[in-house]
Structures are given as C-alpha cells and as structure tokens.
C-alpha cells in the first residue's frame, strides 16, 4: 500500500468513525436486521422447497422444475454471500469502520437481488398475461420495464465506484440515475402485474345465484395473489425510499433480504395450487400445453385428457334389466288334532269313580270316558288310574293331618281342664 493509499484509508477511517460512532444504532443495527430477517426468510423457503419437491415436483412441467431448482439454488447462493458480508465487516473486519463504505460488496448484493427479482417478476407477468386473453400491450410494456431494470442494476455493477461514502446525484450522476431506474421500473412492473391480476380475477366472478363456490375460489386466488405480491413491491418501494431519502444512511441495509421475499412469494403460489379443486387456470391445447402450469396440478389434467380421449373413442351400451315379481299363496288343509290326555284331561267325576274302583278292587276302565262319550285310549287309561292313586293318596294324608289336629286340641282341653282342676 503506497504512502497515498495509506493516507485516503485513514481519511475514510477518521470520516467512517465520525458518521457511525454518533449512533451506532442507526448505523450498525439495519445492517444486523436485515441478516436476521434474511436468514429467517432463507428457512421458510427451504421449508416450502420441500414442501414442493414432495408434494408437486413430479407432476410439474419441467420449465416449471428448472425455474424452481434456479431460484432456489440463487436464493442459497445469495445467503452464503450475506454471511460471508457480515463476517467481514464484524468479525474480521471488527472496528474498521472504513468496510462499510466498500461499495463493490453492495453493487455485488444488487446483481444478487435482480437475478432473482426479474424471473419471479416474470413469472407473475406471464400469468396476467393469460388471465387478460394475451394482451400484447401487457406484454410489450412488462417486458419492456423488465429489461430496463435488469439492464440497469448491472450497468451500476459497472459504472459504480469501489468505495464511496455516499451515492448522490452531485457527487456520482450516472450511478444514482441508474439506481433509480432499476428500483423504480421493478417497482413499476410488481404494481402493473399486481393490479392486472387482481382485477382480472374480480372479473371473472359469476356474481349469479348457484356459482357461489367458484366465486370463492376466486377470492381466495385473489388474496394469495394480492400477498404474494404486493410484500415484495413494498420491500422494492421502501428500498427506493430509504436510499431515495437518505443516501449517506445505511437504513436500506435492512433490505438485503428482499430476493427472498420475492423467492417466498413464488413459492407460496406454486403450493398454493393444492388447496384449489377447480381447474381455474388458463386452458391450453392438450397436445400444446403451456409453458407455466395452471393452479391444478398436470397430473389431474393429464387424467382428464386421457378421459376424454377414451370416451370418444369408445361407445358405452346401456343394458336395462326389468324383473317382475309374481307371488302366490297356498291355504293348508288344517290338520285333525288327537286327543291327549295332557291336553284334553277327563273331568274329575270319572277321576272319583277310578278312585272308588280302585279302593273296592274292581276294575272300572271301561266305565271311564269323557263328557261327549268318546272311549279312552289303554294310554289314556293308564295315565287316568295313576291320577286317581295320587290323588288318593293326597286325600288320605289330608284325614291324616286332620286327625293328627283334633288329637292336639283334646290334649290341649285335657291339659286346660287339669289346670282347672288344679287351680280349684
């Protein structure tokens, strides 16, 4: 390092401490933000990466694979710039406050920014294009904002000088003027889409008495729409302001972290897409599809075109059956029931004269028959005699305990008389 180069290090080191060491806050801490806000943003998209790669990669055309894989590669590459920055100006760097107005390392993070910006960018243009029925004045003026603005970040690449304290348009005309253009178009290109998106869809509304499902889903597309785009044009825009109104601060450090933002917005679209039953996307030819999916996932449309192809190559026949029912009734002859003795028992007269027959010793079988004179079976007979002995047989228990009675109530007269006497 000549004796001149050391004399400008330690200008821009005395000049570097005068502007950071009055408040270190307001210079240090945007700086320590917006790689805290970076790295969190980084994690929600590795989080959504996986989540596409295992739910919708498969079945994504293959522009759609390689726009994903890019911006996720990008969005990695342009974390381990961040970590490598803030390594140098805090740790390898540490109290050398001349690191921060190194603006190749800057003008670096902006290549980073664009070459994530503009793909997502245009993406989202591609998709208003479709939904307003293919304008050309749409496309020429997107295209047109596009192009100027990545043109413009890396004509600042190059015309930007290495270390300046500041960026003004007194000081360095050119690259303030492209700084402008680049923020301003991107910004200009996110409402143009934005807008055109939303009222697009809000057209599309049936607004009619059955339609009420598709009519939410469009609400729905909408306000994912709406916050998928509008967080990155308000990172672009507060980006633009804080440079705008303060070149000399390093509040727009804290926007190192907007190529995530627009990488999450991307993301949030494409997985967004599941949630949606209706085929509310762009309709293409079958055997020319388009080169961005529409919100169903190319599986299902695949599905449907394979019906619909079988269905008019092949001819259905209907086969209608009619069966008739007939049904018939049979009346049995009703059947003669025989006399039992269980079911139909004699009277108790005839039960009296067996009983009587059996005490005098005769044999009275023929005299016992029922009411209406119908003979006994031998069986009948024999079930008859021995109803007749049981009941015998309870009768003169039934003399016995009655004799068994009167002899304890003359004992007990006989006992009640001595005891009479005896009193007396």
């Given at each position: 390092m000549t004796t001149t180069s050391m004399a400008d290090a330690a200008d821009l080191e005395a000049l570097a401490?005068?502007?950071?060491?009055?408040?270190?806050?307001?210079?240090?801490?945007?700086?320590?933000?917006?790689?805290?806000?970076?790295?969190?943003?980084?994690?929600?998209?590795?989080?959504?990466?996986?989540?596409?790669?295992?739910?919708?990669?498969?079945?994504?055309?293959?522009?759609?694979?390689?726009?994903?894989?890019?911006?996720?590669?990008?969005?990695?590459?342009?974390?381990?710039?961040?970590?490598?920055?803030?390594?140098?100006?805090?740790?390898?760097?540490?109290?050398i406050y001349r690191n921060f107005y190194d603006f190749s390392w800057i003008t670096t993070f902006f290549i980073g920014v664009t070459i994530i910006q503009t793909p997502v960018s245009a993406f989202f243009a591609y998709r208003a294009y479709y939904l307003i029925g293919k304008s050309k004045l749409f496309a020429f003026v997107t295209s047109s904002l596009l192009t100027t603005s990545f043109a413009a970040c890396i004509a600042v690449k190059v015309v930007a000088p290495r270390v300046a304290p500041t960026i003004n348009f007194d000081l360095y005309p050119v690259t303030f003027v492209l700084l402008v253009v680049w923020l301003t178009s991107a910004m200009i290109t996110d409402i143009i889409v934005t807008v055109t998106i939303t009222s697009a869809?809000?057209?599309?509304?049936?607004?009619?008495?059955?339609?009420?499902?598709?009519?939410?889903?469009?609400?729905?597309?909408?306000?994912?729409?709406?916050?998928?785009?509008?967080?990155?044009?308000?990172?672009?825009?507060?980006?633009?302001?804080?440079?705008?109104?303060?070149?000399?601060?390093?509040?727009?450090?804290?926007?190192?972290?907007?190529?995530?933002?627009?990488?999450?917005?991307?993301?949030?679209?494409?997985?967004?897409?599941?949630?949606?039953?209706?085929?509310?996307?762009?309709?293409?030819?079958?055997?020319?599809?388009?080169?961005?999916?529409?919100?169903?996932?190319?599986?299902?449309?695949?599905v449907d075109v394979n019906q619909a192809a079988a269905a008019k190559s092949h001819t259905q026949t209907e086969i209608h059956v009619q069966t008739e029912t007939i049904q018939e009734t049979y009346q049995l002859e009703s059947m003669p029931v025989k006399r039992s003795i269980n079911r139909h028992p004699p009277p108790l007269s005839h039960f009296g004269t067996e009983t009587d027959s059996i005490a005098t010793g005769t044999d009275t079988d023929q005299d016992i028959t029922y009411v209406d004179d119908t003979p006994l079976t031998p069986f009948e007979k024999h079930k008859a005699r021995e109803g007749a002995e049981i009941l015998h047989e309870e009768e003169e228990e039934k003399e016995k305990e009655k004799e068994k009675e009167k002899e304890k109530e003359k004992e007990k007269e006989m006992e009640k008389e001595e005891g009479d006497e005896y009193n007396r």
């Open positions: 401490q005068k502007n950071f060491i009055s408040d270190q806050g307001l210079a240090f801490g945007p700086y320590i933000l917006g790689f805290a806000v970076d790295g969190f943003t980084y994690g929600l998209l590795v989080i959504q990466f996986l989540h596409w790669l295992n739910v919708s990669s498969r079945t994504d055309r293959r522009s759609i694979k390689i726009l994903l894989w890019y911006i996720f590669l990008a969005a990695t590459a342009y974390s381990i710039l961040t970590v490598v920055f803030m390594f140098d100006l805090f740790v390898y760097g540490y109290s869809l809000l057209k599309a509304r049936m607004g009619f008495v059955g339609f009420e499902r598709t009519d939410n889903l469009i609400k729905k597309v909408v306000v994912i729409s709406i916050e998928a785009q509008l967080i990155p044009t308000i990172f672009t825009a507060g980006f633009l302001i804080s440079f705008g109104a303060s070149p000399n601060g390093n509040i727009s450090a804290f926007f190192i972290c907007t190529p995530k933002i627009y990488a999450l917005a991307l993301m949030s679209v494409l997985n967004a897409r599941q949630f949606f039953q209706a085929n509310i996307g762009p309709e293409s030819h079958p055997n020319r599809p388009l080169l961005l999916p529409r919100l169903s996932s190319y599986k299902q449309y695949q």
